[in-house]
């Protein structure tokens, strides 16, 4: 194994570990909190950790496909995830900002 793909192994390794801790944090923070915080932190969340998400996603699909893609698979995947992850969290949050019920739920 070069240096090359090392380092490579290395930051998939990182971003997955924010990916894993950011979502875990985010799950503490909000329990016991009102329906409308928690798509208010889920949103935040979401928006923040969608490039991370979308990396780890696009080396998954990169290691399955065995190289085939010739280490564009990560790339693609980063240009379509992103957008949609955030997309996905903007609407969570909007729908945590406009919500009127304050009901908590474990």
Do not use: H, Q
């Not at 969340?45 to 893609?69: H, M, N, Q, R």
């Not at 990560?74 to 955030?86: E, K, N, R």
């Amino acid at each position: 194994m070069n240096m090359e793909m090392l380092g490579t192994t290395l930051f998939i390794i990182a971003c997955a570990l924010v990916v894993v801790f950011g979502f875990i944090f985010a799950k503490r923070k909000a329990k016991g909190k009102p329906k409308r915080t928690k798509y208010i932190i889920r949103g935040i969340t979401l928006i923040v950790l969608s490039p991370f998400t979308a990396l780890v996603v696009g080396a998954i699909i990169e290691l399955l496909s065995l190289g085939a893609g010739g280490g564009w698979m990560m790339v693609i995947s980063l240009f379509y995830l992103t957008p949609v992850l955030f997309v996905v969290g903007l609407i969570l949050l909007l729908i945590g900002i406009f919500k009127k019920d304050t009901s908590v739920e474990e």
